[in-house]
């Protein structure tokens, strides 16, 4: 089993930045592609980054130019940095935990672990 903690969510004006933190930890965890995944309000899940357990990096175009995934194997924590910020990231943020899962495309129910998620709001 893999467990998920993110960190790192709250609220800032448009074009800021936040950088949120997955922690993932259980004895298996260095096999899994790891993922974000976001959901406002009234909306769908949406696929935003993902890296692999060799680390290639994908992203949304929604995010492309703006947001960073990194992944740090000595203190087992995926990142993604996130800057030039808008209203429309608006949302919280997941992250989540798969076998051979990132790819160019998102799509969560292929997912088997998720975390509870760190909500990101940007507004003046």
């Known amino acids: 089993e893999v467990q998920l903690v993110e960190s790192g969510g709250g609220l800032v004006q448009p074009g800021g930045s936040l950088r949120l933190s997955c922690l993932v930890s259980g004895p298996t965890s260095d096999d899994y592609d790891i993922g974000w995944f976001r959901q406002a309000p009234g909306k769908e899940h949406e696929g935003v980054s993902c890296?692999?357990?060799?680390?290639?990096?994908y992203y949304a175009d929604s995010v492309k130019g703006r947001f960073t995934i990194s992944s740090d194997n000595a203190k087992n924590t995926v990142s993604l940095q996130m800057n030039s910020l808008k209203p429309e990231d608006t949302a919280v943020y997941y992250c989540?935990?798969?076998?051979?899962?990132?790819?160019?495309?998102?799509?969560?129910?292929?997912?088997?672990?998720w975390g509870r998620g760190t909500q990101v709001t940007v507004s003046s």
């Open positions: 989540l935990a798969g076998r051979g899962t990132c790819s160019g495309t998102f799509y969560y129910p292929d997912y088997d672990y």
């Open positions: 890296i692999t357990s060799v680390g290639s990096a």
